[in-house]
């Protein structure tokens, strides 16, 4: 049930009574008395014909307008003086949802038009009141979460607010072996989940687990051949002073002799160690203690095991509030309950809801910002544990409002509810990581899969990493899976893939970073290149018309035990239309425009002698939109447009390409017995339409401009 507030003509002024209020109402001689936290208007309006039937619909129409609904016009002056009179509804709008923040403020008798609706208010997700005004997200409280309070008389099916606060009691624990114990027989709703389930295989499993048996003294524990039922861990380090306690050369042999020291241990390893005896569970995974820290060759092995030891493991634990390792994550969650800006609102529950029930009632909305839901976790900036996410099967997630079960089936609070994250992160489709036991689904469509593996790209790239050389270690594992459906390692490029590798090079940064990584990491092709969060250019993969072919592609990795990890270099070889180009300024928005030298001035310059790129570049009538990469290359001369594709739409999509030598930190060579010159991506372009390329001169002759270029 989503319920959206629409909030419009902010500063349009129309003349007429400044305490004005117009919209469908209610004879309130139907109505249950008014209670003393709303005004007359609101308790007749929204709290009667929206919030008491929550089954009017509203729909978005092209152009941004929305139609259908609960819809009501008011005056700010009328907003004002009810709000003062304390009224909630109005409060609500003049506080924390700061509607009137602009300059100069609204006068008293502008006029909102307020528009309400819903989908369904028997939906499963959670009910969310959003809040715009102009089409716009307002600075302060811009999303409620609602629920029915719990002392409003309701039916039973109608929700009633999460009331677990305490998560270390017995209680909580066993709400958890419940949803385990559905998931795993595969009870109703989780029928996918046991055939979904993986098998572990030999050289699969983690080499080393702490035997938590003893709550006061967990030892290290060699698996040697074995396969326990085991729980692992994600969480964030933080910084080095955090986590004192890991397994080395010199400690590892008194750690599987006599254990460790729990008061030694930071708090986020005790309660992981808390939580796994509470379940039942023996055995616990973690990386700090199960991998040997300084041993080279332990972590390449144990590393390229990473994917499996969290698809193998019966639960995931993720600490997701504690931002350190001496955090801890159970701590008493916090009371969901109005805070004081936000007050509860009132509502009318109609006697048509219950048979039982004759007569309008009264009932309580809890509100609650949801921001304090929905915002980022400590775990969602990490890079390693989105993939240590995304390859459990099962994870139990601590997060710093509500307890979190996910599985195959759904992501419920630990009470059962439905729960939907604002911006939750992808799931890898079932295809992906299906077991060779389950019965698979043939054929696997190549757009779901190219989807799939851009979703998530989109929710890594931007996370963050203490060590920026494990840019491609700590995806490694999702690659791998991936790989699967994809052709293995034969068909991954440093983050693109072989069979899709024209449109995997079509990736831009809607905020160029300032410069790429200091040390070389990735080709110049590659988005693991740079930090920061990339998207897809085009996802028309069935569709396109290409414009370029790959020649030739190979990359050189830092160890061949972690395939799809660090490389030390790569290049690509393509054929494709190379036209000279400039890069304007940025405007007063910082947008930048690519111009395309004309053919006629192409065919000049080579008839003149020049190289191609030597000469002026053409109209600027024409122009594709560019994105640079990285701010550092924003001032090099000479660069082209490498076209790629052209979309259904007519819009052709590329790179913008400089010569290898042009970068400031030498990072870019050209590749050993490549007589050709080399270039480097130095961003991506689109929106050039037919029409531009006819005005340049190059409709019908963009074979001129072939050529054979190298990438590194």
Same mark, same amino acid.
């Given at each position: ?12 002024? #129309? ?78 709008? #003049? ?353 779901? #899969? ?22 491609? #270690? ?24 072989? =069979? ?136 090099? =001369? ?75």
């Amino acid at each position: 049930m989503r319920l959206i507030t629409f909030l419009n003509d902010l500063s349009r002024h #129309v003349p007429g009574r400044k305490d004005y209020w117009k919209g469908p109402s209610v004879d309130p001689r139907t109505l249950p008395a008014k209670p003393p936290t709303i005004c007359e208007d609101c308790w007749r309006g929204p709290c009667t014909q929206l919030f008491g039937l929550l089954s009017k619909q509203i729909v978005l129409k092209k152009g941004g307008r929305y139609t259908g609904g609960y819809a009501y016009t008011v005056s700010w002056a009328m907003i004002e003086s009810s709000a003062r009179s304390g009224c909630v509804w109005c409060m609500l709008l #003049v506080g924390p949802a700061q509607i009137a923040d602009t300059e100069p403020p609204p006068k008293p008798d502008h006029r909102f038009n307020v528009r309400l609706g819903t989908d369904s208010w028997r939906s499963e997700s959670a009910p969310i009141i959003d809040i715009y005004v102009n089409d716009q997200v307002p600075k302060g409280c811009n999303a409620l979460h609602i629920w029915v309070a719990a002392e409003t008389p309701l039916p039973a099916s109608m929700r009633k607010p999460p009331m677990l606060t305490g998560v270390r009691s017995t209680h909580v624990f066993d709400l958890v072996k419940a949803e385990l114990n559905c998931c795993t027989h595969g009870e109703v709703g989780h029928e996918g989940c046991r055939l979904e389930a993986p098998v572990p295989s030999s050289g699969t499993f983690p080499s080393r687990l702490v035997n938590c048996s003893d709550a006061d003294r967990p030892r290290l524990v060699e698996t040697n051949g074995a396969r326990p039922l085991y729980v692992a861990l994600s969480y964030v380090w933080g910084p080095p002073l955090a986590q004192p306690c890991r397994t080395r050369m010199a400690n590892v042999e008194e750690y599987t002799l006599h254990g460790f020291n729990l008061k030694a241990l930071p708090q986020t390893i005790r309660d992981a160690i808390y939580v796994t005896r509470a379940l039942g569970f023996q055995y616990l995974w973690l990386d700090s203690l199960c991998i040997i820290q300084d041993s080279d060759e332990d972590k390449h092995r144990e590393m390229a095991r990473m994917r499996n030891v969290y698809r193998h493991a019966y639960l995931t634990i993720i600490a997701a509030s504690a931002s350190s390792a001496s955090e801890g994550f159970l701590q008493d969650l916090p009371v969901l309950s109005s805070p004081p800006t936000i007050s509860a609102l009132p509502f009318t529950i109609p006697a048509r809801l219950d048979s039982q029930q004759q007569k309008s009632q009264t009932g309580s909305l809890v509100a609650v910002d949801a921001r304090r839901l929905d915002n980022a976790e400590p775990v969602d900036r990490r890079a390693w544990c989105l993939q240590e996410l995304l390859m459990s099967f099962r994870s139990l997630i601590y997060t710093s409002s509500v307890l979190l079960y996910r599985c195959p089936a759904d992501t419920v609070t630990i009470e059962g509810e439905h729960y939907k994250k604002g911006r939750d992160v992808p799931r890898l489709p079932s295809f992906i990581s299906r077991p060779a036991t389950c019965p698979s689904i043939s054929p696997i469509p190549a757009g779901d #899969v190219h989807k799939a593996w851009w979703d998530v790209v989109e929710a890594y790239s931007g996370r963050d990493l203490s060590y920026p050389s494990d840019k491609f #270690v700590a995806c490694a594992g999702l690659a791998e899976e991936f790989g699967r459906v994809r052709g293995g390692l034969e068909n991954y490029l440093c983050g693109l893939w072989r =069979d899709t590798l024209l449109h995997d090079l079509l990736w831009y940064l809607r905020r160029p970073v300032e410069a790429r990584a200091k040390e070389y990491r990735a080709p110049s092709w590659s988005w693991a290149s740079l930090d920061g969060a990339v998207r897809r250019g085009t996802s028309w993969l069935e569709h396109d018309r290409p414009l370029a072919e790959v020649v030739g592609a190979a990359v050189k990795l830092v160890d061949k035990r972690v395939p799809f990890g660090a490389v030390t270099g790569g290049h690509l070889v393509l054929r494709v239309p190379f036209i000279p180009a400039a890069i304007t300024p940025p405007d007063e928005y910082g947008r930048r425009r690519l111009l395309l030298q004309t053919a006629e001035q192409a065919r000049s310059d080579l008839s003149g002698g020049k190289d191609r790129g030597g000469g002026p570049i053409g109209d600027r009538k024409y122009w594709a939109r560019a994105y640079l990469d990285a701010i550092e290359d924003a001032e090099v =001369d000479q660069v082209w447009a490498a076209l790629i594709h052209t979309d259904p739409r007519g819009r052709t999509h590329g790179l913008i390409v400089a010569l290898a030598d042009t970068d400031p930190r030498k990072r870019y060579k050209a590749p050993c017995g490549h007589s050709r010159r080399a270039y480097r991506r130095i961003g991506y372009f689109d929106g050039l339409y037919p029409d531009d390329l006819e005005g340049l001169g190059w409709d019908g002759r963009i074979a001129e401009a072939m050529a054979g270029i190298t990438l590194v």
